[in-house]
């Protein structure tokens, strides 16, 4: 059964840092591109970084660019997003999604609609 667990989450300083993991099981992460997407209240959910499979290639938004890092350890089945120099408008639900990249784009993409498998979400709060 495929599954994606989300965790790192938590209540930071504005300037703080986080790291969250995916960890994922089930299937094989090599053949999949990983998203990370958040959800703040009352807004609609948004592509935040993704790591296309295989070769790595990465993607971020705009609004995080310069500040987050993701990566991915095919030997732990495990991607992880760094977040450094975080602000109060990060604050958000942060989940990680798989996109079977065979039948998906040759490249991963910051659409949520795109991503078929998603973890159960963990909370970030940046706050004084």
């Known amino acids: 059964q495929l599954q994606l667990v989300d965790s790192g989450g938590g209540l930071v300083q504005p300037g703080g840092s986080l790291r969250l993991s995916c960890a994922t099981s089930?299937?094989?992460?090599?053949?999949?591109?990983i998203g990370w997407f958040r959800q703040a209240p009352g807004k609609e959910r948004e592509g935040v970084s993704c790591?296309?499979?295989?070769?790595?290639?990465?993607n971020y938004a705009d609004s995080v660019k310069g500040r987050f890092t993701i990566s991915r350890d095919n030997a732990k089945n495990t991607v992880y997003l760094q977040m450094n120099s975080l602000k109060p408008e990060d604050t958000a639900v942060y989940y990680c999604a798989a996109d079977l990249a065979s039948t998906s784009f040759r490249l991963c993409v910051l659409r949520p609609r795109v991503y078929d498998y998603w973890g159960q979400g963990t909370q970030v709060t940046v706050s004084s």
């Open positions: 089930g299937f094989t992460l090599d053949y999949y591109h």
């Open positions: 790591i296309s499979s295989r070769g790595g290639s990465t």
